[in-house]
């Protein structure tokens, strides 16, 4: 099983409302990531979780809060957002956190759908 | 910050021609990868190159990173419309733990 889950589909909130993000693997990925896709953008990396623990935080503003409850799950959890933070909300998990020495097959990302999140 | 750009920005390409990609980075590279992006999809990882002047093919799909590992290609050629999609290079520089994404090429194919 390569497929990481992600709820829900889309989401549609205003600034004042608290929602979140879900997202899920069951293939024994050690590190689990959230990025932010802008239409017609790259991803951008917002937080990397590595055994459970963050390990990089890319300066995120703290109305996004991530969450790894255990090794299969990680949340996002969204408060008082701006409409800028409008976009496709991506996981992505990975074998193990990236490294120059690790193993060729250990850094391959495997994303999920995504969220495509809208803030009213 | 670190930037990694690829170019060109769009190709449009009648089915059966070939078309390339190119990623460039000013930092030297440990890792490159390649991904790529269906319209209204998510990135699905492609290849990851590693070794200086590492060339890989997949079927038409030929994958390149420059001698001075500063720099990746992908070429595909005879395209077909189930190509049609946005191409993303990602990339690890040494003592980082984080991939880079490249701007992105946006692919269509002509029929």
């Known amino acids: 099983d390569t497929e990481v889950t992600q709820t829900p589909k889309h989401l549609v909130m205003g600034m004042t409302n608290k929602k979140s993000l879900k997202c899920e693997q069951h293939?024994?990925?050690?590190?689990m990531y959230w990025y932010k896709q802008k239409a017609k953008k790259p991803p951008e990396l917002m937080f990397v979780y590595s055994y459970e623990k963050l390990s990089i935080n890319e300066s995120v503003p703290s109305r996004f809060s991530p969450e790894c409850p255990n090794s299969s799950l990680l949340n996002l959890h969204l408060h008082a957002l701006q409409p800028e933070d409008s976009a496709l909300y991506l996981c992505?998990?990975?074998?193990?956190?990236?490294?120059?020495?690790?193993?060729?097959?250990?850094?391959?990302?495997?994303f999920g759908p995504g969220t495509r999140l809208t803030v009213l | 910050g670190q930037q990694v750009m690829q170019i060109p920005q769009y190709q449009h390409v009648q089915e059966g021609e070939d078309f390339t990609t190119y990623c460039n980075s000013s930092t030297t590279l440990s890792n490159i990868q390649w991904y790529k992006q269906r319209p209204g999809g998510h990135p699905v990882f492609l290849i990851q190159?590693?070794?200086?002047?590492e060339v890989k093919k997949q079927k038409r799909l030929t994958f390149q990173f420059g001698e001075a590992k500063k720099n990746s290609s992908l070429h595909i050629t005879a395209t077909q419309t189930t190509d049609v999609g946005t191409y993303f290079c990602a990339a690890l520089t040494s003592g980082t733990y984080k991939y880079i994404f490249g701007t992105g090429t946006r692919l269509k194919v002509l029929a």
């Open positions: 992505a998990s990975s074998q193990d956190e990236f490294s120059a020495a690790s193993q060729l097959t250990a850094d391959t990302q495997y």
């Open positions: 293939m024994g990925h050690r590190a």
């Open positions: 190159l590693v070794k200086s002047g």
